[in-house]
T-cell receptor, first 114, second 109 residues
Framework: NAGVTQTPKFQVLKTGQSMTLQCAQD?????MSWYRQDPGMGLRLIHY???????DQGEVPNGYNVSRSTTEDFPLRLLSAAPSQTSVYFC?????????????FGNGTRLTVT | TQLLEQSPQFLSIQEGENLTVYCNSS?????LQWYRQEPGEGPVLLVT?????EVKKLKRLTFQFGDARKDSSLHITAAQPGDTGLYLC?????????FGKGTTLSVSS
């Protein structure tokens, strides 16, 4: 089983450039989410979706957009990259939003903005 | 804002040693999860504890939920290099998940 697949694994951007981080899951999960992981800060929620066509903001949404046109895909768009967005980004999914539905994480995208 | 504190932040031990890492909150929480994140990978769920005083075992890992439901511990017996990674505790606050900053464990042979 593929689980949660994130692409690319690594990316270097220049300030002001835009890009899309891809996330796909093949488990028919309704809930999908994006986190960023920074040293000393832990995992912080950027955006999440409880189903196709529904998205909402997390703790740190500024500078990022998401859409959920299908159950399988949940891309994260950086509109105008800034050095503060240098981080490791994780996509996670679960059967539904809730404590009894554990998160399945991808292996991350390491983004550097110069 | 509910804070989740994990200690120690870093731990470096030799193969065969025992260790305990801790997760503490200023507030009571209904349940708690532990995840392990290996280098270059995403976190993977180890266990969910829901009852005060609950103890769960997963091979050499023992998880305990405090009686007052404000703390949890993870004890590893006879650590192995394969235990190396970042251990994260997670609680649910409303619809959001709150992640601790983690304990980075390094086990050398």
């Amino acid at each position: 089983n593929a689980g949660v697949t994130q692409t690319p694994k690594f990316q270097v951007l220049k300030t002001g450039q835009s890009m899309t981080l891809q996330c796909a899951q093949d488990m028919n999960h309704e809930y999908m989410s994006w986190y960023r992981q920074d040293p000393g800060m832990g995992l912080r929620l950027i955006h999440y979706s409880v189903g196709a066509g529904i998205t909402d903001q997390g703790e740190v949404p500024n500078g990022y957009n998401v859409s959920r046109s299908t159950t399988e895909d949940f891309p994260l768009r950086l509109l105008s990259a800034a050095p503060s967005q240098t981080s490791v980004y994780f996509c996670a999914s679960s059967f539904r939003q809730g404590w009894d539905s554990p998160l399945h994480f991808g292996n991350g995208t390491r983004l550097t903005v110069t | 804002t509910q804070l989740l504190e994990q200690s120690p932040q870093f731990l470096s031990i030799q193969e065969g040693e025992n260790l305990t890492v801790y997760c503490n909150s200023s507030s009571v929480f209904s349940s708690l999860q532990w995840y392990r994140q290996e280098p270059g990978e995403g976190p993977v769920l180890l266990v969910t504890v829901v009852t005060g005083g609950e103890v769960k075992k997963l091979k050499r890992l023992t998880f305990q939920f405090g009686d007052a439901r404000k703390d949890s511990s993870l004890h590893i017996t006879a650590a192995q290099p394969g235990d190396t990674g970042l251990y994260l505790c997670v609680i649910q606050a409303g619809t959001a998940l709150i992640f601790g900053k983690g304990t980075t464990l390094s086990v050398s042979s």
